[in-house]
T-cell receptor, first 112, second 113 residues
Framework: GENVEQHPSTLSVQEGDSAVIKCTYSDSASNYFPWYKQELGKRPQLIIDIRSNVGEKKDQRIAVTLNKTAKHFSLHITETQPEDSAVYFCAARMEYGNKLVFGAGTILRVKS | ETGVTQSPTHLIKTRGQQVTLRCSSQSGHNTVSWYQQALGQGPQFIFQYYREEENGRGNFPPRFSGLQFPNYSSELNVNALELDDSALYLC????????????FGPGTRLTVL
């Protein structure tokens, strides 16, 4: 089946701490994994993505790791700031139709 | 800004009516995907268009249909609206058939009464 599970559903961290969000996927043929940030009332914004030929990718305070054997990938945000507060979605591209299947989302709250 | 635009911003319809939503893709992007996002959930894939042809469809009934035009803009049509169709409808464009690096538009909020 086509499924992406995302945990936790909510995450509260203190400003300056790190935040980690984890996802698992079911389609072993998936080879592209983007992460989106969605602020209230706004569009999902692509913040980082990774392809299956890479194990880790970093962009400033954001990093994503991928374990293809275990079929899971994670988003790491370091030195969190209040403006990081949003809903974060992971997704995996399925082989059929190139469609993205999204996780249910994680509400991240960064307390100052 | 990503360059993907959608219209209208908000729409209120009654059950049984039909609706057309529009999307203009980012310059240079030839692939458009449509998603339905219910409140508190992740986007659900409806279908994807590449160069005016449907290229994959999610678990949505046939009353959800689409079009893509030669300029790569796109329409989503929903017939016989149901209350459960109330959601944010998002389109996303990407530069090629792979569907990688999809950039979303601001969405159309559809309310069905």
């Amino acid at each position: 089946g086509e499924n992406v599970e995302q945990h936790p559903s909510t995450l509260s961290v203190q400003e300056g701490d790190s935040a980690v969000i984890k996802c698992t996927y079911s389609d072993s043929a998936s080879n592209y994994f983007p992460w989106y940030k969605q602020e209230l009332g706004k569009r999902p914004q692509l913040i980082i993505d990774i392809r299956s030929n890479v194990g880790e990718k970093k962009d400033q305070r954001i990093a994503v790791t991928l374990n293809k054997t275990a079929k899971h990938f994670s988003l790491h945000i370091t030195e969190t700031q209040p403006e990081d507060s949003a809903v974060y979605f992971c997704a995996a591209r399925m082989e059929y139709g190139n469609k993205l299947v999204f996780g249910a989302g994680t509400i991240l709250r960064v307390k100052s | 800004e990503t360059g993907v635009t959608q219209s209208p911003t908000h729409l209120i319809k009654t059950r049984g009516q039909q609706v057309t939503l529009r999307c203009s893709s980012q310059s240079g992007h030839n692939t458009v995907s449509w998603y339905q996002q219910a409140l508190g959930q992740g986007p659900q894939f409806i279908f994807q268009y590449y160069r005016e042809e449907e290229n994959g469809r999610g678990n949505f009934p046939p009353r959800f249909s689409g079009l893509q035009f030669p300029n790569y803009s796109s329409e989503l049509n929903v017939n016989a609206l149901e209350l459960d169709d109330s959601a944010l409808y998002l389109c996303a464009s990407s530069p090629d058939l792979s569907g990688d690096t999809q950039y979303f538009g601001p969405g159309t909020r559809l309310t069905v009464l």
